[in-house]
């Protein structure tokens, strides 16, 4: 409530995006407005074409569209399929039904219908179909509930009409769908199977057509032919290669939402304003959006759309299981009118990121916890009565009603999240950090600039006052309250250095890995010659490391089992490890590639350890094994398909018993073989 008595309703607004909120799954019923946060992304594209191409219209359209949007759950295809239907409406002038014939804007707002149907010009019949969630299936309490199952009728159903279909979906119902049925004379010879089939082991580019159209074979089809398209929707960061991630802070923060904001009483005291205004300085934008593609690239798994619309809620409004039936503005008063200080110090963006799982930013653990609060009830006890803030915040801290350390997006800001395991406090920072934001409170200041509100000053007041008591008191263990003291504002002021100049944990190498994702995504012709001696590098790494693995470092080998392995010019040669791009869907990861097509994944913790272990820091046998069996594996695979038991170049098979005796078996130029004992 601002001193108009008025509140900024677009909090509200945006409280509706968290994962538990009514916009956080795209159901019909939303569909008829626009989105709050909308930013044109290439699947809007897709979508513009769809509303031309899929329907008959005024000139007679002859060819229907089958177009399947593939994806985890969260990555935006509900919310295309909305904006379709909402075009499909308003500029194509459409009826869009459940099947049930009742038009989305009449369904009730928990009814999400399995599959929707596009009527034309008051038509009898439709003109295609969407479904905007395979995953679920038409009845829910069925006995036999098979959600591929369920897709394969609904291809069936929309062949024998001859009509467009839409379908939203995970790829794992596409391949069981197929898995199901491919063996099935009755399934696998129909024409639609053999769409299924093409899609399935195609590669995950974000859009394919099938180049072919497909002639519908019915007697009263609406069309008479069908072009295929599927898109894979996960391969999408909204950070790396893309700005949709800062478009969508762009709307967020854009002055028009927050301009009631600046006559209200508490605008000094707001988390969520000042959370704002970080988001508007460029550079303190730039290290936000840092730190998130860092945190994308170690989980090796983008930022769905759910999430980021999440994250972005969350920092400028908070979370609603603070709030009851209050508006988040009127949380901010009532807070500030208690003097709760730290309640609101929660809620600022750095701790949301590093800490919204730590009770008013104490310890975490219970143990450590308790006795930050024992520390702390001994001071306000013996704190001087005229310290009426510093008593006041303190004695909100004491009383068990911190907000919710439940935020949502557990995967990223949970406690054993992403997040969690990139805190720049997990690694030894520079002396130089440390003494900018952890020494002396006055440096503090210095070092903050205009992004230090009232807000953190008005801790430091109260860390302050505390600290002065703790001098003066005799009693208690000093050290012991030194220490709970000092944690509780490294928290915060640590935190907030680290987001202030873009720092975590891992950073350079995070950072170093997106490049080469970067970079390998670039066609080798493109390449600078710096650019590909770093590949080269980075391959001869790996060769190195596989080599350690398999016992001998100075020359290629490979361990094919406990007792054999393989060595020589031939497995220099063909078994080369080759970094590339990785075609899994979803995956913010590279891939190792050996001759034969056999690869494996190859993700950022992997490339972490191996840095470490290049810089010499790192002794072999510390590196954790589990990284590299993905690699080995492929290895040992490519060199069974090598056939190296038939070539005539040098190969060599050294043989360990259990009494340690060696044999080295060697095949040299001309198919001769050497035998020596050790």
Known sequence: MNGNNEINSFLVDLLSLQQDGKQAISAPTNWIQE???????????IVEELLEAMLVGSEGNKTARWHFFIGSPGNGKSAAMGKLCRQLMFLKECRVCDENNVTIDDLPSTVIP???????????YSSAQIVQDASVVRNPFSSDIDP?????ETLNYAWDKGISLIICTNRGVLEKAHRDNHTKKETN?????????AIVLANTSLKSTIEKPFDFNGKKTVFS???????????????????????LLSIATSPDHWELCNSCSAADMCPFKANCSWLLNEEARAGFLKILTRAEVMSGQVIVFREALAIISLILAGCPRDYGERHPCEWVQETRANNDIYSLAVRRIYMCLFASYSPHGLEYEDILRRKQLNALRWLFEVMDEE??????????????NPPSTDVGVKRILGAQGILANLDPCMEGLPSEFYQRWDSDYEAVIDSAGDLFTEIELTCLLVWKELEECLELASEYSGSEAHWALRRWSSN??????????????????????AGLLELIRTAPENRSSEQKRSIRKLNI???????????????????????????????????????????????????????GGERAKFAAPMYLWLTRRAGGKLDPRCFPQELLTGAIDARVRAASKGKYAFENDEVELVIRLDNDELFRLIRVEGGEVDVSHE
């Open 35 to 45: 989105p709050l946060l909308e930013v044109k992304t290439e699947v809007d594209e």
């Open 114 to 124: 399995y599959a929707i149907n596009v009527y034309e010009n008051n038509n009898k």
């Open 148 to 152: 591929a199952t369920e897709l394969v």
């Open 189 to 197: 010879s129909k024409p639609w199977f053999k769409i299924l089939s």
């Open 225 to 247: 032919r069908v072009l295929v398209g599927f898109s894979h929707l996960d391969n999408r960061s909204l950070l790396m290669d893309r700005d949709t991630f800062n478009k």
């Open 387 to 400: 310290n009426t803030q510093a008593r006041g915040a303190i004695e909100c801290v004491i009383k068990p």
């Open 492 to 513: 915060f002021l640590l935190h907030f250095g680290a987001l202030f100049e873009g720092l975590s944990a891992w950073s350079e190498e995070l950072d170093d890995f």
């Open 541 to 595: 790494l790996i060769e190195n490391l596989l080599n350690t693995v398999a016992g001998n470092q100075e020359e290629s080998s490979v361990q094919l089992s406990e007792a054999v392995t393989l060595s020589g010019l031939w497995v220099r040669n063909k078994l080369k490890p080759k970094t590339i791009a990785n075609e899994e869907s979803g995956s913010v990861s590279l891939a190792v590639e050996f001759e």
